[in-house]
């Protein structure tokens, strides 16, 4: 920056140590003095900056401050003053200075900022048409905030309403950041994306505008909402040299505004979205549904019998009844799924990004348990039960009045079907849904008419051959499906609470059978294997359960093998763990089925509770061509080996597997190849031909 030659006008003693100090800086090129307040005949012929003295010599030379400082006109004008009449540097700039210092209270990079603002700022006004003088001479008094910039962005004015609205001091004046900052952030507190977008851009590319929210945001200061206008500026021949910006604060009708629309948007009892907003939600969401092509269900809950809560409790237990009910709703929805009021005792729900069409029901199943649970209000106690339609997009509607309307009819087939249960509007999931709920009351009368049966897959000992164990697999004989895997019931056991007792037959049925062959045959080493669900881990009659069965058969517990799921021990909880130390003590053995298939650490094998576990049969289907699979099985085996745990083998069907497994130091396999899972009086048949000296393998598969 080139140095300034200044003239100094004025006679107060309380400048001379600050010319002094002035004349010796490098933006001072040349500094003259004259004690009368005019442009001197002597006056340097380059002159950049008069420095003009505010006090009462200008009172005394019979001319106002306005009329003094116009007469300077032809140059910029920074008046010069004391901290102490820091209000007479004020004064001066608001009768036309482009701007004052504090002699004993400024900074060298301050007077720097200061000199090269005059400059700048005195070069615009001169270029300005007298159009936009009049206007700038207007707005500097009005109560509306004015900042004018010019074409590269630097705030050359800032007028007192502006500095009191933005809380900025008299003497602060923002650098190029701050002007490019200034409201950068939209209405909605997002950052503009686009440059051009903020309002100094518009107003200094010559953009008229008006009405544009933005917050302004200052450290250590609460927001600021404003409303602004702008406009650019032109010198007399209609070139574009800055822009105005005019303002207003506008924080606290915002507020008022959002509580409005707050209030027209979100239902007042329970704060839920009302009806418009859900619906505007839900378009939202099937517009990221069909972009993403991933799947959307509304459900519509409405509670059966709410008008004889109102009837027989009040209706301000009614109420509190819909604003748990709606808290209930908020709790147990994953993020990014929503909720709304739609009236009454009617509220919808969006679910995205469910996967399959099943984890919508799954999702319906868990607010039906939900919302069904005793509610304390006040001294009494409340029950109610949804009645919930689920509708999924695009099948049953591609427009939110469409699939909000498809899920209200399927909520109102639940209720003709009695009330506490879910409907979909699709015919083919109905279907699917009618066929589960055969299942479901099924399965409550199955144990009742023995229509379970265990099948058993004989396990051998590799080295030897030997058939030493079996694993007991639960099969339904259904009296209209005929008998069914475990695939198509065991989910309906597991969220319907009937695992508990089937599993408890399961281990029941399979130690007395165990303990009949061992007799018959002579085989007291002879083992079987129990797949326990999770759920069964959580409660003590599981322990129960293992303990009734030896107590009643007289089988030695090394004799049974518990299977869990691979992985699952690592991330059990305590009541789960404690279950499982508890069946250690009976001494009953631990197994990991599903081995290599999820996460497992060493510290859930070397823990004390496993002492085998089963390798999945997806390593053991493609070890001829994948090595991959081959090094993860000698590396599980060694492992194994390491920490004295016996090692199974499932899925066997070929006789290359066989070997493989052998050549590993596999302990045991079982599979198609061994034989597929099969009735008890066959097991038997098999076991007489062990006893007579026949393996497994040389006969075939059964």
């Given at each position: 920056?080139?140095?300034?030659?200044?003239?100094?006008?004025?006679?107060?003693?309380?400048?001379?140590?600050?010319?002094?100090?002035?004349?010796?800086?490098?933006?001072?090129?040349?500094?003259?003095?004259?004690?009368q307040?005019?442009?001197?005949?002597?006056?340097?012929?380059?002159?950049?900056?008069?420095?003009?003295?505010?006090?009462?010599?200008?009172?005394?030379?019979?001319?106002?401050l306005?009329?003094?400082?116009?007469?300077?006109?032809?140059?910029?004008?920074?008046?010069?003053?004391?901290?102490?009449?820091?209000?007479r540097?004020?004064?001066?700039?608001?009768?036309?200075?482009?701007?004052?210092?504090?002699?004993?209270?400024?900074?060298?990079?301050?007077?720097?900022?200061?000199?090269?603002?005059?400059?700048?700022?005195?070069?615009?006004?001169?270029?300005?048409?007298e159009?936009?003088v009049?206007?700038?001479?207007?707005?500097?008094?009005i109560?509306?905030?004015?900042?004018?910039?010019?074409?590269?962005?630097?705030?050359?004015?800032?007028?007192?309403?502006?500095?009191?609205?933005?809380?900025?001091?008299p003497?602060?004046?923002?650098?190029?950041?701050?002007?490019?900052?200034?409201?950068?952030?939209?209405?909605?507190g997002?950052?503009?994306?686009?440059?051009?977008?903020?309002?100094?851009?518009?107003?200094?590319?010559?953009?008229?505008?008006?009405?544009?929210?933005?917050?302004?945001?200052?450290?250590?200061?609460?927001?600021?909402?404003?409303?602004?206008?702008?406009?650019?500026?032109?010198?007399?021949?209609?070139?574009?040299?800055?822009?105005?910006?005019?303002?207003?604060d506008?924080t606290?009708?915002?507020?008022?505004?959002?509580?409005?629309?707050?209030?027209?948007?979100?239902?007042?009892?329970?704060?839920?979205?009302?009806?418009?907003?859900f619906?505007e939600?839900?378009?939202?969401?099937?517009?990221?549904?069909?972009?993403?092509?991933?799947?959307?269900a509304?459900?519509?809950?409405?509670?059966?019998?709410?008008?004889?809560?109102?009837?027989?409790?009040?209706?301000?237990?009614?109420?509190?009844?819909?604003?748990?009910?709606?808290?209930?709703?908020?709790?147990?929805?994953?993020?990014?799924?929503?909720?709304?009021?739609?009236?009454?005792?009617?509220?919808?729900?969006?679910?995205?990004d469910?996967?399959?069409?099943?984890n919508?029901?799954?999702?319906?199943?868990?607010?039906?348990?939900?919302l069904?649970?005793k509610?304390?209000?006040?001294?009494?106690?409340?029950?109610?039960?949804?009645?919930?339609?689920?509708?999924?997009y695009p099948?049953?509607?591609?427009s939110?009045?469409?699939?909000?309307?498809?899920?209200?009819l399927?909520?109102?087939?639940?209720?003709?079907?009695g009330?506490?249960?879910?409907?979909?509007?699709?015919h083919?999931?109905?279907?699917?849904?009618?066929?589960?709920?055969?299942?479901?009351?099924?399965?409550?009368?199955?144990?009742v008419?023995?229509e379970?049966?265990?099948?058993?897959?004989?396990?051998?000992?590799?080295?030897?051959?030997r058939?030493?164990?079996?694993?007991?697999?639960?099969?339904?004989?259904?009296?209209?499906?005929g008998?069914?895997?475990?695939?198509?019931?065991?989910?309906?056991?597991?969220?319907?609470?009937?695992?508990?007792?089937?599993?408890?037959?399961?281990?029941?049925?399979a130690?007395?059978?165990?303990?009949?062959?061992?007799?018959?045959?002579?085989?007291?080493?002879?083992?079987?294997?129990?797949?326990?669900?999770?759920?069964?881990?959580?409660?003590?009659?599981?322990?129960?359960?293992?303990?009734d069965?030896?107590?009643?058969?007289?089988?030695?517990?090394?004799?049974?093998?518990?299977?869990?799921?691979?992985?699952?021990?690592?991330?059990?909880?305590?009541?789960?763990?404690?279950?499982?130390?508890?069946?250690?003590?009976?001494?009953?053995?631990?197994?990991?089925?599903?081995?290599?298939?999820?996460?497992?650490?060493?510290?859930?094998?070397?823990?004390?509770?496993?002492?085998?576990?089963?390798l999945?049969?997806?390593?053991?289907?493609?070890?001829?061509?994948?090595?991959?699979?081959?090094r993860?099985?000698r590396?599980?085996?060694?492992?194994?080996?390491?920490l004295?745990?016996?090692?199974?083998?499932?899925?066997?069907?070929?006789?290359?597997?066989?070997?493989?497994?052998?050549?590993?130091?596999?302990d045991?396999?079982?599979?198609?190849?061994?034989?597929r899972?099969?009735?008890?009086?066959?097991?038997?048949?098999?076991?007489?031909?062990?006893?007579?000296?026949?393996?497994?393998?040389?006969?075939?598969?059964?």
């Amino acid at each position: 920056m080139a140095g300034h030659s200044i003239l100094y006008l004025g006679r107060g003693e309380f400048a001379t140590d600050y010319l002094s100090e002035l004349e010796t800086l490098p933006f001072c090129a040349l500094l003259t003095r004259s004690a009368q307040l005019d442009i001197p005949d002597d006056a340097p012929s380059v002159l950049d900056i008069v420095l003009l003295e505010a006090g009462p010599a200008i009172a005394q030379s019979g001319l106002s401050l306005s009329e003094m400082i116009a007469s300077l006109g032809d140059y910029p004008v920074v008046a010069l003053t004391t901290k102490d009449r820091e209000h007479r540097g004020i004064a001066a700039v608001r009768a036309g200075a482009q701007a004052y210092i504090c002699a004993d209270d400024v900074t060298v990079e301050a007077q720097e900022a200061i000199f090269e603002h005059a400059v700048q700022r005195h070069r615009l006004q001169r270029r300005l048409s007298e159009t936009d003088v009049t206007v700038l001479s207007i707005l500097r008094d009005i109560n509306d905030g004015v900042i004018v910039v010019d074409e590269h962005g630097h705030v050359l004015d800032i007028n007192p309403a502006a500095r009191s609205i933005l809380g900025l001091g008299p003497r602060v004046q923002p650098d190029a950041t701050w002007a490019q900052m200034f409201c950068c952030i939209d209405e909605k507190g997002d950052n503009y994306r686009n440059s051009a977008d903020l309002p100094m851009m518009r107003a200094r590319s010559g953009e008229k505008f008006g009405n544009q929210v933005a917050v302004y945001r200052m450290p250590e200061q609460p927001d600021t909402i404003l409303s602004l206008n702008g406009q650019g500026l032109y010198d007399g021949n209609g070139d574009l040299i800055g822009g105005v910006v005019t303002f207003r604060d506008v924080t606290e009708i915002a507020k008022k505004t959002s509580e409005l629309q707050k209030l027209a948007q979100y239902d007042e009892l329970t704060t839920l979205p009302n009806r418009s907003l859900f619906t505007e939600q839900l378009a939202r969401a099937i517009g990221r549904a069909q972009r993403k092509d991933a799947p959307l269900a509304v459900l519509f809950v409405d509670l059966d019998r709410f008008k004889s809560v109102n009837d027989t409790l009040g209706h301000d237990i009614g109420d509190s009844l819909l604003r748990q009910i709606s808290g209930r709703l908020r709790s147990n929805l994953r993020i990014g799924d929503f909720s709304g009021r739609w009236g009454g005792d009617e509220f919808v729900v969006c679910l995205e990004d469910f996967g399959d069409s099943g984890n919508a029901a799954a999702a319906a199943q868990k607010l039906l348990l939900v919302l069904s649970e005793k509610y304390e209000i006040g001294n009494s106690e409340v029950y109610a039960t949804p009645s919930i339609g689920i509708a999924i997009y695009p099948d049953s509607g591609d427009s939110a009045d469409r699939l909000i309307k498809a899920a209200d009819l399927a909520m109102y087939e639940a209720k003709k079907r009695g009330g506490g249960r879910f409907q979909y509007y699709s015919h083919a999931l109905n279907a699917k849904l009618e066929q589960r709920e055969e299942l479901e009351v099924g399965l409550r009368h199955a144990l009742v008419r023995s229509e379970f049966v265990l099948h058993y897959q004989p396990r051998i000992d590799l080295s030897s051959g030997r058939l030493i164990g079996l694993e007991a697999l639960l099969r339904w004989q259904h009296p209209r499906f005929g008998l069914l895997p475990p695939a198509r019931f065991l989910p309906i056991l597991e969220t319907s609470g009937l695992i508990h007792s089937a599993g408890e037959w399961v281990i029941s049925t399979a130690c007395r059978q165990l303990a009949a062959w061992q007799r018959q045959f002579e085989l007291p080493d002879l083992s079987i294997a129990i797949n326990l669900s999770p759920q069964q881990l959580m409660h003590n009659r599981l322990v129960d359960a293992v303990a009734d069965s030896m107590k009643n058969t007289a089988i030695d517990p090394g004799c049974i093998e518990l299977e869990i799921g691979d992985g699952d021990i690592v991330r059990k909880r305590t009541k789960e763990l404690e279950t499982l130390r508890s069946l250690r003590r009976l001494g009953v053995r631990i197994s990991l089925d599903h081995f290599g298939t999820r996460d497992v650490s060493f510290e859930s094998l070397d823990n004390g509770f496993i002492d085998s576990f089963v390798l999945d049969q997806s390593l053991i289907a493609d070890i001829d061509e994948n090595d991959s699979h081959q090094r993860i099985i000698r590396a599980a085996i060694a492992m194994a080996q390491g920490l004295d745990i016996e090692v199974a083998a499932e899925g066997v069907e070929t006789l290359t597997q066989l070997e493989f497994l052998r050549s590993c130091n596999c302990d045991l396999a079982q599979g198609y190849l061994i034989s597929r899972p099969i009735q008890p009086e066959k097991v038997s048949a098999i076991l007489r031909s062990e006893i007579a000296g026949t393996r497994l393998l040389a006969r075939g598969m059964p």
